[in-house]
């Protein structure tokens, strides 16, 4: 049985600042945004703020590029704001975490800008720098041939220095080299202490398993003909130190540190390209010393093209029994162990699970929200939402022009279609990203949080930095505050039947059901002599209720239920005790 400990049964809530509330009518979200909105987070019975980067950044890659780890983006407000959030987080029993990035900083960081500034200057080696490579003509060449998660490679060169930098991400994030000692430790004090010593609860990290690169950067086999650069993650997913890394920032940094009630601060990091359930656990198991959990990001990825920034956005059919199969094996891989899981489907980098997984049309909206909910609500593991999520937000519309996705993701690769298009070397690239575009960009997660049915969904009196979705009067937290049946409703419901069955609910072991099946989801809880029955029907006609003898009903998103049919797009928790 898994030992009891806060974090595992909290459930967080993640905050994008950008995009929750603007206070001052510029039309970004800040922090004296959310400070208004303490009450309702409060209110939803959440556990734990996890707040997405704040810190001062050019916003090239909205925050996750950042210029002084110890600074407030000024739109966002200041450090002092942080405080009174970190405060009225605490005086509602509630903890706040923030976002640990540390695999690179922005190009504006004045480490980098040192850094770039001479090959003698001494924190020339807190990045990577590499000469060029020539080809047979002389033409200047990278020093590898990797793939960078935004499009295009991962060196930009740097005239002054006639060298070559890397960044896995935008050429604005310049990755930070790890084997370097005094780079480490100057991270621990200026990401993590600065923040730690203010009484935050933790942190969420980024990129956690991409600290620790293949430092002889060979290059990537050729798996992608049709591109000059090639999917490389391989070479920088759990390299060689990435555990000797994560387990010096645990025992330097985070173990000497409490949360405001006494208790050990929490880690959740974001992991990617690890499928091997061992390799996880490695991370996660509490012997480690290593991280508290991790995200998986296997649900996330149904539908984009291979994970380790293939082809994200080429959209591939994927079937219900796909999304079954990775639920079982994260929900089954702790069993025994001691280690834990996560259960989500949603974040600031996907699009919104109603119109991924199930379907936004506007008769089977709500539904299809609620029994989302109840089909993860009931899983093992720490339950993570994203805003919105709880209101049933939905994708921006189809009609939306490419020109709305503000995301360097979105915007990166759309880019890049256009100039394999140009190219001629695949003409239906253009149609096939749009449409994978409008199906998973981020953008569909960073539209503005729809408070109530004034302009902009009360988000913002200015222009919001990015369109607010269209149906904001039909879908926002005022009108859902006030009907008991709604999707709001429905998560307050859930998130205390969590508390109250915990042991099933958030411990209990896992059983899938019917896996080929490939309209319901049917899996069962067992929890000592307890179990819970799960049946989730993802699909718009009625389906059969699998047999739910010496059971009682325990929730149904729907408000009346057919004994033995499962109603379109109905969740159904029953028990047996
Ligand atoms: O995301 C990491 C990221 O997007 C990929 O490395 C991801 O792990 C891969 O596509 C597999 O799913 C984090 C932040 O969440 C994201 O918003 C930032 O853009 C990115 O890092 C860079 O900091």
New binding site residues.
């Given amino acids: 049985l898994h030992r009891r400990v806060w974090w595992k049964e909290a459930t967080f809530y993640q905050i994008y600042p950008a995009s929750f509330k603007d206070s001052n009518g510029d039309g970004w979200g800040d922090i004296p945004g959310i400070l208004e909105k303490i009450p309702y987070i409060a209110s939803l019975g959440v556990d734990v703020v996890w707040l997405s980067p704040m810190f001062d950044s050019p916003q090239v890659?909205?925050g996750?590029d950042i210029s002084n780890y110890e600074d407030v983006y000024a739109p966002y407000g200041t450090v002092e704001h942080v405080e009174n959030l970190i405060e009225a987080c605490h005086a509602n029993d509630m903890k706040l975490i923030l976002d640990l990035?540390v695999?690179?900083t922005s190009d504006q960081h004045v480490w980098f800008k040192k850094s770039r500034s001479s090959k003698d200057d001494p924190k020339r080696d807190w990045y990577f720098w590499r000469p060029a490579r020539y080809d047979e003509h002389g033409n200047r060449m990278p020093p590898t041939n990797w793939r960078s998660?935004f499009a295009g490679g991962t060196w930009t060169w740097d005239e002054h220095t006639q060298e070559y930098y890397l960044h896995l991400?935008d050429k604005s994030?310049p990755d930070l080299n790890w084997e370097n000692e005094e780079c480490r430790r100057a991270i621990y004090d200026s990401a993590m202490r600065f923040w730690l010593d203010r009484g935050i609860d933790g942190f969420r990290v980024?990129?956690v398993n991409?600290y620790s690169k293949h430092v002889d950067f060979p290059d990537a086999p050729i798996t992608d003909p049709t591109n000059v650069v090639q999917p490389a993650a391989q070479f920088w997913c759990n390299g060689p130190r990435i555990h000797d890394f994560i387990k010096e920032m645990n025992a330097d940094v985070l173990s000497k540190y409490k949360t405001y009630d006494g208790l050990p601060v929490v880690t959740v990091g974001?992991l990617?390209?690890t499928p091997d359930p061992e390799g996880v656990l490695h991370f996660v198991s509490a012997r480690e010393k290593e991280l508290d959990m991790v995200f998986q990001?296997d649900i996330?990825?149904l539908g984009q093209g291979p994970?380790?920034?293939g082809d994200?956005y080429d959209f591939a059919e994927w079937k219900l029994p796909e999304m079954k199969r990775i639920v079982e094996k994260w929900q089954t891989f702790v069993e025994g162990t001691d280690g834990w899981t996560t259960v989500f489907n949603e974040?600031?980098?996907n699009g919104r699970s109603v119109s991924r997984f199930a379907s936004d049309a506007p008769e089977w909206r709500e539904k299809s929200a609620k029994m989302l909910a109840l089909c993860f609500a009931a899983q093992t593991g720490t339950w993570f939402l994203y805003q919105g999520q709880e209101i049933g937000m939905i994708n921006a519309p189809k009609e939306w022009g490419v020109e709305e996705y503000k995301d360097v993701?979105s915007q990166n690769h759309w880019k890049e279609a256009v100039q394999l298009v140009g190219e001629g070397t695949d003409p239906t690239r253009k149609e096939r990203i749009l449409h994978g575009l409008q199906l998973m960009a981020?953008d569909h997660s960073r539209l503005p949080m729809q408070w109530n049915s004034s302009e902009n969904g009360g988000f913002s009196t200015g222009k919001p930095w990015m369109r607010a979705h269209d149906l904001y009067t039909e879908i926002n937290a005022e009108a859902q505050e006030k009907d008991t049946g709604s999707v709001l409703a429905f998560y307050k419901r859930l998130l205390r039947l969590r508390q109250d069955h915990k042991d099933v609910l958030v411990y209990g072991s896992f059983e899938l059901l019917d896996p080929e099946n490939v309209s319901t989801f049917v899996y069962r809880k067992h929890y000592q002599e307890k179990t819970a029955l799960v049946a989730v029907n993802f699909t718009t006609a009625p389906q059969p209720l699998p047999p739910t003898e010496d059971m009682k009903l325990l929730i149904s998103s729907n408000s009346k239920t057919m004994p033995n049919s499962l109603q379109p797009y109905e969740g159904r928790i029953c028990i047996n005790y």
């Fill in positions: 890659d909205m996750y990035v695999n690179h998660y991400y994030q980024d990129t991409k974001e990617s390209l990001f996330t990825h994970p380790g920034c994200k974040n600031h980098d993701e981020r």
